[in-house]
């Protein structure tokens, strides 16, 4: 008897109809939507491996535990001027599902404006009626019930949500203490509850969907939503642990480029795949997609030159027009200067978003106790696989969305947007995009122009929490960056001999803070970095804050007294606060001059981790500006497509993963039409 093929084996002897380079949150979607025809076969190529079983995956408390692993592929930016000089870490997802493994679970989605600005770029049907039935094919709502809405502020639209899509999106079942409270706060600022985030508009305070499967309490994303319940087909063949090298593009006898295949590593040995009859898609992300663009030989020539690469399709917009949303967090320290047990996320230097830490109401459980205690992580596990319930099912939740103009004068938003230099020319293809960036900006956009997120626990790899204390975190995040980055490929390391590679990780330079469009993103950070200090205090959140703990508090501020001791029981909500606490320190602050956050927002701020644009979809002509077109084909070369967020000509304003699975979901439509038009025309012609 004759043993079974192997991976490589069976994929090496298929012959693809299309080809899909990262099994990624796009990628699977691509992938599995194109094999629902049985005339195509697909073959999908990812870096990393399947983690079906992973709880640092799969259970929604214990988001952030992947980052620095094995399943990140642990990119950092070149130093970053505006930063006083620092690198940041930018953890992308190497392993199947990509950053829909890693990320944490948040479900939304941006306004109607951020969509309908990419179809002024030329991106036609990618505005926000284009784009709203993908938004709903994706998505597989549980409604929360009337009793959960009163309670939580779970509110939704059923007109604008999906009903039977592979990602299930539910409201979490339990909340932390703090939430019970974010909506009056908000409610009391003037800032109104949004009872249909959905709709186009997601302004105004709301409580996060999150993509979770409601009965396990288990993360939804791209391979087990998507790949899992369709790997089973004939017709779709992934191939995991196989890291792409280059594209494959042969020239025809009329000298265009075509898009034939590709070359990649597996288990150490080089192999390829080169005669795939219809298209190669490639999915990798704002990151890898642009690296993958140039190591073929498309971009910028002089870049493409110092690296050693072949130009085969010269396009200077390639890697650039990097947008990321910025926040802000505590430097990185040296990994020694804190205990482990005070950081909570171990497995990376830096951590994720992270703001204000303020200490709270001792008596409140947080998701932080159960790093820093064995035994209380042991019994949270054992609530969790018994129940599905507890800490464990606990995700960040209290959002919201505001323009600038609710805690801002007119006047103080066209003094700043008056310091922008002189648009482009009409004839530069940077003119629309720059006129929408400022059209944003003005006083009159009711647009969602910062994110506020309250969550407990202590974020912060800086400040180390101290035992018996219990903090929570202010996060806050600028939607519409003036700055614009890009990424490319290193030049060669041995010039003339060696060409880059892609074991030579990409130069990331979001160029944060630079130029003058920069500087109108750091003084708006630091004029909303006020503002969130406000939120915290407000009646009736200021009611479980014993006080600020990062950044120090001013020495001219008075420490308030602790909250009375607690008897509330150890659940995640706790009906009140038992926090009689009368913070003389906190109303004094209101009637202080104004907090100067200026040197801690430059010090502080980091990634969202959000980066799209490097791939960017518009115009008509690569002479346009632009990477892809409407239909997301790659100028310059047939038969080659290009369908993840760095696609997104602009930053939008709501986390990335939704509008993600929907544009995988519109770009495996539009490849899935072409086909059955060339297959149609092929047929007429034999």
């Known amino acids: 008897m004759g043993s079974l093929p192997s991976e490589i084996d069976t994929f090496l002897s298929t012959n693809f109809t299309h080809l899909v380079i990262g099994g990624g949150t796009a990628g699977l979607v691509v992938a599995t939507r194109l094999a629902e025809n049985k005339n195509i076969t697909v073959g999908v190529l990812e870096a990393g491996q399947a ?31 505006g930063l006083n000089g620092r690198s940041l870490p930018w953890p992308r997802g190497k392993v199947l599902g990509g950053t829909s493994a890693l990320n944490y679970m948040t479900w939304n989605r941006a306004c109607k404006e951020d969509y309908d600005a990419w179809e002024e770029l030329g991106c036609d049907g990618w505005g926000w009626e284009g784009l709203l039935p993908c938004f709903m094919k994706t998505e597989r709502l549980h409604e929360s019930s009337p009793s959960h809405q009163a309670t939580n502020s779970s509110y939704f639209n059923p007109k604008f949500h999906g009903k039977d899509g592979p990602i299930h ?6 909340y932390g203490a703090s939430h019970q409270y974010w909506h009056k706060t908000l409610n009391s600022l003037g800032i109104e509850t949004n009872h249909s985030h959905f709709g186009g508009s997601n302004v105004g305070a709301w409580t996060s969907l999150t993509s979770v499967e409601p009965e396990r309490r288990e993360r939804s994303y791209s391979a087990t939503a998507y790949y899992r319940p369709n790997a089973g087909r004939a017709n779709l063949v992934v191939l995991t642990g196989a890291t792409v090298q280059e594209i494959l593009l042969e020239s025809s006898p009329e000298g265009e480029w075509i898009a034939k295949g590709a070359r990649f590593v597996h288990q150490g040995s080089e192999h390829s795949v080169s005669n795939v009859s219809g298209e190669v898609i490639l999915c990798g992300g704002s990151v890898s997609s642009p690296q993958l663009l140039e190591l073929s030989g498309i971009g910028n020539p002089a870049i493409l030159k110092a690296a050693g690469i072949e130009v085969k399709v010269a396009n200077p917009a390639v890697g650039e027009n990097l947008q990321e949303h910025m926040s802000t967090t505590p430097p990185s320290p040296p990994s020694s200067s804190l205990p482990p047990s005070f950081r909570p996320f171990p497995n990376i230097h830096l951590p994720p978003v992270t703001m204000m830490v303020y200490e709270i109401d001792p008596s409140i459980p947080t998701i932080e106790s159960l790093r820093t205690s064995p035994s209380l992580a042991a019994a949270a596990d054992r609530e969790y696989e018994t129940t599905r319930s507890g800490l464990r099912t606990v995700l960040p939740s209290s959002v919201a969305y505001l323009p600038f103009s609710h805690y801002l004068p007119s006047s103080t938003i066209s003094h700043t947007i008056s310091s922008l230099p002189a648009s482009p020319p009409a004839t530069d293809p940077r003119h629309k995009r720059e006129a929408i960036l400022r059209r944003r900006f003005t006083h009159d956009q009711h647009l969602g122009q910062i994110e506020y997120n309250f969550d407990l626990s202590n974020y912060s790899a800086h400040f180390a929490s101290e035992p018996g204390k219990k903090y929570a975190t202010m996060m806050q995040m600028l939607q519409y960056p003036f700055s614009t980055g890009c990424i490319h490929i290193p030049p060669s390391r041995e010039p003339g001999s060696k060409p880059t590679a892609v074991a030579d990780k990409p130069l990331i330079d979001p160029k944060y803070y630079e130029g003058e469009g920069g500087a109108v993103d750091f003084e708006m950070m630091c004029q909303a970095q006020r503002f969130a200090d406000k939120i915290v205090r407000t009646e009736p959140l200021r009611s479980i804050i014993v006080k600020r703990v990062w950044p120090p508090l001013p020495s001219s501020y008075s420490s308030p007294s602790p909250p009375k001791a607690s008897t509330t029981p150890a659940s995640c909500a706790p009906e009140t606060a038992n926090n009689d606490q009368d913070s003389e320190e906190h109303k004094d602050q209101e009637e202080e001059e104004e907090e100067d956050f200026t040197p801690w927002v430059r010090a502080n701020t980091v990634t969202d981790w959000h980066p799209v644009g490097t791939c960017a979809m518009g115009g008509r002509s690569i002479n346009d500006g632009y990477v892809v077109d409407a239909r997301l084909r790659v100028y310059g070369v047939r ?10 000509p602009l930053q939008i304003s709501a986390h990335l993963q939704a509008t993600v699975y929907a544009i995988g979901e519109k770009g495996a439509g539009m490849i899935g039409e072409d086909w059955e038009k060339s297959e149609g025309v092929a047929e007429g012609v034999n």
């Open 51 to 81: 983690a079906y079983d992973n709880p640092g995956i799969n259970v929604p408390g214990r988001f952030g535990e992947t980052l620095g692993t094995e399943h990140d592929w642990q990119f950092a930016t070149v130093p970053q001027p």
């Open 169 to 174: 999106s539910a409201y979490s079942s339990q």
């Open 639 to 648: 038969g080659l497509r290009v369908v993840d967020a760095s696609v997104m």
